[in-house]
């Protein structure tokens, strides 16, 4: 069965440093991998997807994902973070038998001025 | 991306109640599926629910205490029922776009059981 691992927590960045928080995954095919944002008290918003092709994808809020199979990875990358990006994100992959999306456990960031 | 309300936004219930949970979409979709965020955790599938067909449940739910309708392509409900206080949660429903693997989330019902 496939499993999301998200190491960190909880991470705690500067406003306007870079960001990066790491996702890896365990699933024998290729998986379809994605990345959501969980704001205070609202629900999920999709960031960004990976199905195929670039492994270098972008997605909204200037936010950007690399797969990288070799190492099972999928981290989310921003340049410059923003205070409004303080909220839970989930990494999350589709498939096997089961075809079902897991998620990760989540990592919550918080951005300090 | 579907537009995704869900009903109630948030409820304080006493144990042994029961609640149901709306979702509605504003474009026909096939596949909706129902969530649960405990507090503090990730989201776990509660059960996948296609229109004309029975709900399918993952391990650990049953249909006796999240009972699911799916009556058209733009709605569903959940039921909890008979509640106890560690069905306090999120409970969120999403539906399929290009393909099932593709997911987009309502905004979610914040239950607390009392």
């Known amino acids: 069965a496939q499993s999301v691992t998200q190491p960190d927590i909880h991470i705690t960045v500067s406003e306007g440093a870079s960001l990066e928080l790491r996702c890896n995954y365990s699933?024998?095919?290729?998986?379809?991998l994605f990345w959501y944002v969980q704001s205070p008290g609202q629900g999920l918003q999709l960031l960004l997807k990976?199905?195929?092709?670039?492994?270098l994808v972008q997605g909204i809020k200037g936010f950007e994902a690399e797969f990288k199979r070799s190492q099972s990875s999928f981290n989310l990358r921003k340049p410059s973070v923003h205070w409004s990006d303080a909220a839970e994100y989930f990494c999350?992959?589709?498939?096997?038998?089961?075809?079902?999306?897991?998620f990760g456990t989540g990592t919550r960031l918080q951005v300090t001025l | 991306s579907a537009v995704i309300s869900q009903k109630p936004s948030r409820d304080i219930c006493q144990r042994g109640t029961s609640l149901t949970i709306q979702c509605q979409v504003d474009?026909?979709?096939?596949?909706m599926f129902w969530y649960r965020q405990q507090p503090g955790q990730s989201l776990t599938l509660i059960a996948t629910?296609?229109?004309?067909?029975?709900?399918?449940?993952e391990s650990g739910f049953v249909i006796d205490k999240f009972p699911i309708s799916r009556p058209n392509l733009t709605f569903s409900t959940l039921t909890v029922s008979n509640m106890s206080p560690e069905d306090s949660s999120i409970y969120l429903c999403?539906?399929?776009?290009?393909?099932?693997?593709?997911?987009?989330f309502g905004p979610g019902t914040r239950l607390t059981v009392t």
């Open positions: 999403s539906v399929a776009g290009q393909g099932a693997y593709e997911q987009y």
């Open positions: 699933y024998g095919a290729t998986p379809y």
């Open positions: 990976y199905f195929s092709g670039d492994t």
């Open positions: 999350a992959v589709f498939g096997g038998t089961a075809s079902k999306l897991t």
């Open positions: 474009s026909q979709v096939t596949m």
């Open positions: 629910a296609n229109q004309g067909s029975e709900a399918t449940y």
